[in-house]
């Protein structure tokens, strides 16, 4: 979903201020930040400080360089910022703010429909921390969430066979200091070739001259290895929440 | 258990008789100065007679006023290696001050909303060609340590989840670097991970909290231990005679309430491991040898992340290898490093509310907890009767040396379920300053061997700045109104006192280049977290924050 353009007038602040309270109590007064109900702490003050509207949007938007303070732009929900801006503006007494947003990055937000108990359940085991480097984030983003070593998740398997099965033309063998090694090839250019060596987890992104790299075609490396530590009935839960969360392109 | 301790020991004293060295000599190659972490330079050009001549030599403004300046520089061959809160890295002719190379690390994925990242960066470790250092957004990058081009970087966390990042030196330990995390506090389960400096390939890593079928595990109610907390945010230290390494864990989660986290029954006992506790941990394997649990059940905050101190002395009469810890309660720990044997245990800190004692056998008594609906007062604060700021020990006077804060607080207990990523502190500190003092800190030298204080420096605010102790018998630290000063070791005197200009939170070092000793320190006042914090405590100062490395030495004339 694109959004061009967000304009919400808060007439009625019930909803959104309660709302802004529970995200600035999650996002913003989180101890060695800001205080509580915009009291000062780790981070300044906000209530009672004379902000006018357009400042606090553009600073929860596009945070403070040269500060600890974030953009939060791109990491709340459309919702979410619209209610914590009109939060840090109630705090400085506009008492009917107009929350413009703008058009901005991020537009969408993370949108997220809920998930079917079975993908909720792929969810948690995709992005495990139990399983330390085990786990399918170590290698996928999906959401915003995990480490994108590999390109973005389109196409996915049919069935837990299908995943175990999957080829990865892509992962080649590499040939460097006279060691082979599985390898996903970043770029070759004059000066630097990059490629991550998949030999253990985590992957390790590699900077080398690119005459001391050698790149050929296969290898031994298969994603059944690294799915492994996942069960039959894991992999189906994954697949099923990759087939939700996943837009089809 | 005791036998099997005794034969360990004997058999270590046997293998290796040899004392290793801490003491930095023309170079400052590891965090704490050496890997023992003494934080101590025997280099003695500048002393007691001479100090009063000492003068800026040159001086690097990194540019980057995101935060201080906190990083410990590293030197090495006459080169410095120098790292900045947004992670840029320079090297500097030591000498001179000039530029040989930057790096500038692309912007970081921002960190999950809600959880804990702190824009600072405390060093970089150098070894094997490389130059190494953690990021915001939890990477480890090795550059080369000649051009500063990257090497290698590998995914530590994804900070889009766990709510967490690198803030500490690495530790380089043979062909591995070593490295901790913050997250202590953001519903996270900590561990160190070790990589292969070579090419960044994992060796191995040890989780503070232990998972199910391991001992320690039943020590956590319910899943509480998947985000049970223990970050080891700062840098450890590494005993090459015994090939252990030593490291300090951070505080359980939810920090003051412990609710969700206590085995019924458990209150008084060891709980909640390895948090809070000084562990050992095999260097090869990252197996744990030994630990010891200093605060069971923390409910104050009270991280036990701080540096490890191993130093070999005389008790009764008979040489000890043994290893100095304070956590941020002021109460430090003097154990027996090759078999985790409490030794003794002694506060630096006047006020200590938060216990009434100490037993001889270094068990807490009379703990003052904090209480949900209610609030109470404690001292020392979460903000530590002392910080992350390193002490120093001095192997010419057998003393220790620490900045320690005389600041109380307010403590408040809820209980909120941990998700993931996310502050999971349930309850919040308030700073206060208690009352009936003119002095809020002091300087301290203690003997750890006869636990008794031999001088004290009062001084009326806080201080925040790492020691440097050096064989000229000098002892280096700063304080938040700019002054960077020397006091003799032995007495207390204060010889010399230089204004820089901005706060001194950062950690100073020592090092010679061609016959000439130099003293260098980072300069700049925190701008968030405990320097920020604790500012608001004295509201007629003005704490000016920086990003300026200062480099002292003798003139050429009178060295």
Not at chain 1, 92 to 108: C, D, K, R, W, Y
Request: proline share 6%; glycine share 10%; charged share 20%.
């Amino acid at each position: 979903m694109k959004w061009a353009f967000l304009f919400l007038t808060m007439t009625a602040l019930g909803w959104s201020q309660s709302l802004g309270e529970k995200v600035f109590a999650q996002s913003c007064a989180t101890g060695y930040c800001h205080g509580a109900r915009g009291a000062p702490a780790g981070a300044p003050r906000l209530a009672g400080r004379g902000f006018d509207q357009a400042y606090i949007t553009n600073t929860v938007m596009r945070g403070l360089p040269g500060t600890a303070m974030p953009a939060f732009g791109t990491t709340l929900s459309r919702s979410d910022l619209a209610a914590v801006v009109a939060y840090v503006a109630s705090l400085n007494g506009i008492t009917n703010p107009s929350v413009n947003l703008g058009p901005g990055p991020g537009a969408a937000g993370p949108v997220e429909k809920p998930l079917s108990p079975e993908a909720e359940q792929g969810r948690a085991l995709f992005f495990d921390a139990v399983r330390g480097f085990g786990r399918c984030s170590t290698c996928h983003e999906v959401n915003g969430i995990g480490i994108s070593v590999t390109t973005p998740i389109a196409n996915i398997p049919a069935d837990v066979s299908a995943l175990r099965a999957l080829s990865t033309p892509d992962v080649r063998t590499a040939k460097l200091d006279g060691e082979a090694m599985p390898a996903l090839i970043v770029s070759q250019g004059k000066t630097r070739a990059l490629f991550y060596d998949l030999t253990s987890a985590p992957p390790v992104l590699r900077t080398v001259e690119p005459s001391a790299l050698k790149v050929a075609e296969g290898s031994a490396w298969h994603h059944a290895s690294v799915v492994g530590a996942y069960n039959d009935t894991e992999l189906a839960s994954i697949l099923a929440y990759l087939r939700e969360a996943i837009k089809p392109q | 258990m005791r036998f099997l301790l005794a034969l360990l020991a004997l058999a270590a004293a046997c293998a290796q008789a040899q004392t290793p060295d801490g003491a930095t000599h023309s170079d400052w190659p590891h965090y704490g100065g050496t890997q023992l972490s003494w934080r101590y330079s025997a280099l003695g050009q500048i002393n007691t007679a001479n100090v009063k001549n000492l003068v800026p030599v040159w001086q690097f403004q990194t540019g980057d006023y995101a935060e201080n300046l906190q990083a410990t520089p590293i030197v090495v061959d006459g080169v410095m290696y120098l790292i900045t809160p947004r992670i840029q890295v320079f090297a500097l002719d030591a000498a001179t001050g000039q530029v040989l190379w930057h790096y500038k690390y692309p912007t970081p994925r921002p960190g999950k909303p809600g959880g804990m990242t702190f824009l600072q960066n405390r060093g970089v470790a150098v070894s094997d060609g490389k130059v190494f250092f953690g990021t915001t957004d939890n990477y480890l990058v090795a550059l080369d340590q000649k051009t500063g081009v990257e090497q290698w970087k590998v995914a530590v966390d994804d900070p889009r989840q766990c709510g967490c990042d690198i803030t500490a030196a690495p530790l380089v330990v043979k062909d591995k670097v070593i490295v901790g995390g913050t997250g202590g506090d953001a519903a996270h389960r900590g561990y160190l991970t070790a990589f292969y400096t070579k090419n960044g390939r994992f060796a191995w890593r040890w989780y503070v909290i232990p998972g199910p079928g391991e001992k320690g595990h039943e020590t956590w109610k319910g899943d509480s231990w998947k985000l049970g907390g223990g970050a080891p945010w700062m840098t450890g230290s590494f005993d090459p005679a015994l090939n252990l390494v030593y490291w300090g864990t951070g505080n359980a989660g939810g920090d003051f309430n412990d609710e969700d986290r206590l085995v019924p029954g458990a209150k008084g006992k060891e709980a909640n491991l390895y948090t809070a506790s000084v562990v050992a941990l095999d260097a090869d394997t990252g197996k744990l040898r030994w630990y010891h649990q200093e605060v069971p059940d923390d409910l104050w905050d009270f991280d036990s992340a701080y540096e490890c101190v191993l130093i070999d002395r005389p008790i009764n009469g008979q040489m000890r290898k043994l290893l100095v810890h304070m956590n941020k309660s002021g109460v430090t720990f003097v154990l027996d490093r090759v078999t985790g044997e409490f030794i003794g245990a002694f506060s630096m800190p006047e006020l200590q509310t938060w216990i009434s004692g100490i037993t001889e056998d270094g068990k807490l008594v009379g703990r003052r907890e904090p209480e949900a609906g209610k609030v109470v007062n404690t001292c020392p604060s979460a903000a530590g009767a002392k910080s992350w700021n390193s002490m120093a020990y001095s192997p010419r006077t057998g003393y220790v040396y620490a900045p320690i804060n005389e600041v109380c607080n307010d403590l408040t207990s809820t209980s909120t379920e941990a998700s993931e990523g996310r502050f999971h502190a349930n309850g919040g500190f308030s700073f206060k300053l208690p009352p009936d003092r003119k002095t809020y800190s002091h300087l301290d030298a203690w003997d750890p061997i006869t636990r008794k204080r031999v001088w004290s420096m009062p001084y009326r605010y806080v201080l925040l700045a790492s020691v440097l102790a050096t064989a000229g018998d000098l002892v280096f630290t700063g304080n938040p109104e700019g002054d960077f000063f020397a006091l003799d070791a032995r007495t207390g005197n204060k010889l010399w006192s230089y204004q820089t200009g901005a706060g001194n939170r950062g950690s100073s070092v020592s090092y010679s280049i061609g016959g000439r000793q130099f003293i260098a320190t980072p300069t700049g006042w925190q701008q968030s977290i405990t320097g920020a914090q604790l500012a608001p405590l004295f509201p007629d100062q003005n704490w000016r924050g920086g990003s300026t490395l200062i480099v002292f030495a003798l003139p050429e004339a009178s060295k």
